[in-house]
């Protein structure tokens, strides 16, 4: 539901006051206050054609870009920088490992037991019918 346009307006330029305030002062920004979301919200509401539009987008896009973290460039060369069709190159230090035409080895500890490999049924009655102390029944019943 949008605001009428007074309050949309009155909203934009608090948005903007508080971001030039957070530049010039250097401060970081609070998520709390949503200052992002208004900000967006406010560069949506340009017109779709507008030049002020599209370079407030490129900023933000290109602010965001430069404050994420990438993953770290491979330091084997061009022929490690991606993954191959064959399955290759995924692992900087076993290249070979998932590549089409290799055996599968598994690189960590399965986390389901398999169907068959069930544990013994000695240990399992020892685990749960085991007695700490011993009660005689009153009826001198011995199971």
């Given at each position: ?9 009155f ?7 508080e971001?030039?305030?957070g ?10 206050t949503?200052i992002?979301e208004?900000?967006?919200q406010?560069?949506?509401g340009?017109p ?8 407030l ?5 290109g602010?965001?870009w ?6 770290p ?6 022929q490690?920088t991606y993954?191959?069709p064959?399955?290759?190159?995924n692992?900087?230090q076993?290249p070979?490992i998932?590549?089409a035409?290799?055996?599968y ?7 389901i037991?398999p169907p068959?490999?069930?544990?013994d ?9 085991k ?5 005689p029944?009153p ?5």
């Open positions: 539901m949008r605001l009428s346009s007074t309050t949309d307006t909203l934009d330029y608090k948005t903007l006051l971001v030039i305030k530049r010039v002062t250097g401060e970081l920004v609070d998520d709390r949503m992002m208004h900000l967006i406010a560069v949506a340009l779709p054609l507008s030049k002020n539009r599209v370079e987008t490129n900023g933000f896009i602010e965001l430069n404050t994420l973290q990438h993953p460039q491979s330091y084997m060369g061009d490690f993954r191959q064959d399955g290759s190159n692992n900087i076993f070979h998932g590549a035409n290799t055996p080895a598994r690189s960590c500890r399965p986390t037991t068959g490999n069930l544990p049924p000695g240990v399992i009655y020892d685990c749960i019918m007695r700490y102390e011993y009660k029944h009826n001198g019943v011995s199971s």
